[in-house]
């Protein structure tokens, strides 16, 4: 009886179709860690938009203009990327929780809790050094800066995800030190790349693979 037992629980095609079980759960479990495909899409929308609307405030592709701008405009361009990025997060949140109970699951599972964790050092960071900056009217660096820490935010949210997270990680890495060595006078542009149709893109991209 025990012989039989042993057996059963070491059946190769057993433990092959239960593998495959806990594989399509912790697949499923972990499309919903991160930024969902329309909310991405919708994000870099939103990007868009705020690029344009500060190129017009500021007329210039180097964030450096800032400090030629009057008090009243810098105060506007500033508020508008507050407004991008409340947006952003927003939509984010928003667009998790519908697709959850689509799917019939909780909306911040233990996953997504610890990606928000994963990210948030970094996020906290980029807002504290660009505060710093601006104190001393270094506008230009701003941009990269939030780029790398960005990149890096999403690279560890990536790490508990599908695969695609890490490449947008990676994606915002590299423009953001291109942008720190050698492209600061377009940040702007970089910004509308990056922020805009990267996200863009990899809304779509999640949306062909799994349908999120």
Known sequence: ??????????????????????????????????LPGWAAIVGGLVALVGCAVSYVLMGSLDFAVMNDLTLGDRYNVVAVWVAVGTLGVAIDVLMTIRLARQRGRRPWPRLAQLAAHAMA???????????????????????????????????????????????????????????????????????????????????????????S
């Open 1 to 34: 009886m025990q012989s039989e037992d042993k057996q059963s629980e070491l059946d190769p095609n057993q433990a092959a179709q239960q593998l495959a079980t806990i594989r399509r759960i912790m697949e499923s479990a972990t499309q919903i860690t991160v």
């Open 121 to 211: 050092p970094a996020l906290c960071c980029a807002l504290l050094i660009s505060i710093v900056l601006a104190e001393r009217s270094a506008w230009d660096l701003i941009p990269a800066v939030w780029m790398l820490h960005y990149g890096v935010a999403v690279w560890m949210a990536g790490i508990l995800s599908v695969r695609a997270p890490g490449v947008l990680g990676l994606l915002f890495m590299a423009a953001g030190a291109t942008t720190l060595l050698c492209a600061v006078p377009i940040s702007l542009l970089v910004v509308a790349a990056t922020f805009g149709l990267c996200h863009i893109v990899y809304g779509i991209f999640l949306l062909v693979r799994f349908g």
